[in-house]
């Protein structure tokens, strides 16, 4: 505009884009310019017909030239009007006015140019027609301009909402990572009751189920199980003897030996652990190591007889990491064994425990060479 301007002396001007509301199209100013008063804005919006140079100019696409023009009889000029030093009082001047559009043709808005002058106190001088004709050619190339603006405008806007919406959908993702956290915190603490009650019911026998799952845990990382294994069985080594809680307590608490048929009944407690773990389809690994943590690599072992690789591996791992922690432990048949000693019924046997016949030779291999981290769970862990 102020380029049109200097090519034709306009001491005003206005810049109006066709805008589309309420299902009809309407004019509105975008930007004015006035060399003699400071632009005042007031009617924003003008529609498209015959009422105003400006309605006319962008309804019928025609280049508008009047060296007389005087409110309100030919209508709006909003570069004028809005300059207007005295609102209502109507003076004549010059306007040309044209519209600029897209390549299709389409008129997306117009340019108004008030008052023609040779300087600022100067008389107002008709536009002449070479005017128009200067402004003509670069008709499409302020359509391009306003189009990729309104482009740039509308991806900026869509930008901004994509944003937003980024935003909200990664303050959900919180929400829903820290209620999975909780629900996960609370399941591990179900379980840890869980197998607490178990232990309780049995003597307590302190944390014997938590130093349980962290020889597990070093057995199955050592032995290069996945990760998702490894963080499955130091939870789930715990309940291996849940089942326990089945078990008559008077058998359980029995001091002295056990008679057949007391015997049988204590045997059932994997059967009974599985039974109880076996309807959380997150606890299938607690549900095996419970059923087959009696079980022996060569066969002998209960309730099913397995024999080496038909025992699930987390299962055999559960072994070697209990009966550790039964040799370290005093219990009433039994006085509590320092590490040594420990280690060596695991990986040797005694008069009680033939260990080639017990345990997977792959896993005890795995104890023999990280031994020193069941000392140290333990101590650390000890009651
Ligand atoms: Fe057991």
């Not at 117009?110 to 027609?129: K, S, Y």
């Not at 943590?293 to 299962?315: C, F, M, Q, S, V």
Request: aromatic fraction near 6%; charged fraction near 30%; charge should be neutral.
């Amino acid at each position: 505009m102020l380029k049109a301007r200097r090519m034709t002396g306009a001491e005003a001007g206005s810049v109006s884009l066709v805008r589309r509301r309420g299902g009809r199209r309407w004019l509105e100013v975008v930007s004015i310019q006035n060399d003699t008063a400071r632009p005042r804005r007031s009617a924003v919006l003008t529609s498209l017909d015959a009422k105003s140079i400006s309605g006319y100019v962008a309804s019928t696409g025609e280049v508008v030239n009047i060296a007389d023009a005087a409110e309100p009889a030919l209508g709006r000029t909003h570069a004028f009007d809005m300059a207007a030093d005295q609102p209502g009082t109507y003076r004549s001047h010059s306007v040309l006015c044209f519209p600029f559009s897209n390549l299709e043709g389409e008129v997306l808005g117009i340019i108004q140019l008030v008052n023609r002058r040779t300087g600022t106190e100067g008389p107002i001088l008709p536009f002449a027609p070479e005017h128009a004709e200067l402004i003509r050619p670069i008709d499409h190339v302020i359509g391009r301009a306003v189009e990729r603006a309104e482009m740039v405008e509308r991806i900026a806007r869509q930008n901004a909402k994509l944003r937003l919406q980024n935003r909200e959908l990664e303050s959900r993702r919180r929400q829903v990572a820290g209620l999975q956290a909780q629900t996960e915190d609370a399941f591990l603490l179900s379980i840890r009751l869980l197998a607490k009650a178990a232990d309780l019911h049995d003597d307590d026998t302190g944390n014997h189920i938590q130093r349980v799952n962290e020889y597990s845990y070093v057995l199955a990382s050592k032995l290069g199980m996945p990760e998702d294994f490894c963080d499955e069985i130091r939870y789930s080594a715990q309940l291996h003897d849940v089942g326990k809680m089945s078990v008559d307590a008077a058998v359980l608490k029995k001091r002295g030996k056990l008679t057949e048929t007391e015997r049988i009944e204590m045997d059932r407690h994997p059967e009974y652990g599985y039974q109880i773990l076996r309807q959380s389809p997150r606890l299938g690994m607690a549900a095996e190591i419970a059923l087959c943590h009696h079980e022996k690599w060569d066969g002998t072992g209960y309730p099913n007889r397995l024999k080496g690789d038909e025992i699930p591996i987390a299962a055999r791992i559960v072994q070697v990491a209990d009966v550790y922690d039964a040799l370290r432990d005093s219990r009433p048949y039994k006085k509590d064994f320092d590490h040594d000693h420990a280690r060596r019924v695991i990986l040797s046997g005694d008069d009680r425990l033939d260990a080639a016949g017990h345990f997977d030779p792959r896993i005890a291999a795995v104890f023999a060479a990280n031994h020193a981290d069941f000392d140290r769970i333990w101590r650390e862990l000890h009651d």
